[in-house]
Structure formats: C-alpha cells, structure tokens
C-alpha cells in the first residue's frame, strides 16, 4: 500500500474488512468527486484535453470520454 492511501485511510485499522471496505468506497466516491472539479477548473482556464490526460495518466480520448460533457 502506497504511503499516501495509507496516511488517507489512517493505517488499517483493526476494524471489520466489511467496514473497511465501506470506508473505501466513500473515499472513492469522494476522490471521483474531486477529480471531476479539478477537470472542470483546468477546462475553465483554458488546458486542452491532452494536458489534463496527462495529469491523470490516461489518453486524451478516455479523459474526453469521462469528463467531456462538464
């Protein structure tokens, strides 16, 4: 586990696996979110698509597919 998901989850807890697994969906869900503004923003000051495929490590068309219509 990388260094930053484990400070994000705040180690791993003794916790049940289902209560764990709960929590990592709503960081998920809270990641997605996030992700979408930051798209948004870069999109609002004028970066092409190619640029923020690179900062999310995809291709120009899957950052389209996915955030095109914002």
Partial sequence: MSEA???AL???GD???LVEL???ATLRQEIA???EAQVRRARLRGHSWL???SALSVTRQA???KYGRI
């Fill in 5 to 7: 998901i484990h400070t």
């Fill in 10 to 12: 705040g180690g791993l």
């Fill in 15 to 17: 916790d049940e696996p």
């Fill in 22 to 24: 709960r929590r990592l």
């Fill in 33 to 35: 979110r996030v992700e």
């Fill in 51 to 53: 640029a923020i495929a």
């Fill in 63 to 65: 950052a389209h597919k």
